[in-house]
């Protein structure tokens, strides 16, 4: 009968817990954003300047004002995913012809991250990809500080992609917009085709 006691309240304590392992608390998609976006962008500043692979560039953003090149809110982070053959880089003020996706960071849902806008469907293929035309200055900070620095090919399809990384406050900072929410870093894949001053095409 002891026995019997003893297996009864092993097995109440054994269901128990399994019940309790299983209550799982709904955690939503941007649950804590702000913070969860600056603990992203730190983390690719480390790996940008361990630069491991040799393929990272780092890039304060246009226009700062001085001292705040060095703090990771404040930088671009670009890694080359391939490097163009083309020389001379797009003014401020110049149109650009590129291929691009955006994405927000890594989360739960969106594993590769939420797909807020792309001018190409699936991959990129630089080759068949039909790029838009953009006045570079009307672009968010990060996304006009990038692309400064990349180079067009001497080919449709032989100029610079970088995946670029983008603190929250050179994106659209505490703005929610289009599906981005507030305090979003924001990761583009870019592919520079060409550029030329505004007004000559």
Same mark, same amino acid.
């Given at each position: 009968?002891?026995?019997?006691?003893?297996l009864?309240?092993?097995?109440?304590?054994?269901?128990?817990?399994?019940?309790?392992?299983?209550?799982?608390?709904?955690?939503?998609?941007?649950?804590?954003?702000?913070?969860?976006?600056?603990?992203?962008?730190?983390?690719?500043?480390?790996?940008?300047?361990?630069?491991?692979?040799?393929?990272?560039?780092?890039?304060?953003?246009?226009?700062?004002?001085?001292?705040?090149?060095?703090?990771?809110?404040?930088?671009? +982070?670009?890694?080359?995913?391939?490097?163009?053959?083309?020389?001379?880089?797009?003014?401020?003020?110049?149109?650009?012809?590129?291929?691009?996706?955006?994405?927000?960071?890594?989360?739960?849902?969106?594993?590769?991250?939420?797909?807020?806008?792309?001018?190409?469907?699936?991959?990129?293929?630089?080759?068949?990809?039909?790029?838009?035309?953009?006045?570079?200055?009307?672009?968010?900070?990060?996304?006009?500080t990038?692309?400064?620095h990349?180079?067009?090919?001497?080919?449709? +399809?032989?100029?610079?992609?970088?995946?670029? +990384?983008?603190?929250?406050?050179?994106?659209?900072?505490?703005?929610?917009?289009?599906?981005?929410?507030? +305090?979003s870093?924001?990761?583009?894949?870019?592919?520079?085709?060409?550029?030329?001053?505004?007004?000559?095409?």
């Open positions: 009968m002891k026995d019997l006691k003893v009864f309240l092993f097995l109440s304590i054994a269901l128990f817990g399994f019940t309790s392992c299983e209550e799982t608390v709904e955690v939503s998609e941007f649950d804590d954003w702000q913070n969860r976006n600056i603990a992203f962008i730190d983390s690719i500043a480390s790996v940008a300047r361990a630069n491991s692979d040799g393929n990272w560039k780092i890039f304060p953003a246009t226009g700062l004002d001085e001292g705040k090149e060095h703090a990771n809110e404040y930088n671009v +982070y670009c890694h080359v995913l391939q490097a163009g053959d083309g020389t001379g880089h797009p003014a401020y003020t110049d149109t650009v012809n590129v291929n691009y996706s955006g994405r927000l960071m890594p989360s739960k849902g969106y594993p590769k991250g939420y797909l807020f806008d792309s001018s190409y469907e699936g991959e990129l293929d630089p080759e068949f990809d039909v790029p838009v035309k953009l006045p570079l200055r009307g672009t968010v900070p990060g996304f006009c990038a692309v400064q990349m180079v067009a090919g001497t080919t449709p +399809y032989s100029g610079d992609i970088w995946r670029v +990384y983008i603190p929250a406050n050179l994106g659209y900072g505490a703005e929610t917009t289009s599906g981005i929410p507030a +305090y870093a924001l990761v583009f894949e870019i592919n520079l085709v060409s550029f030329y001053p505004v007004g000559t095409k």
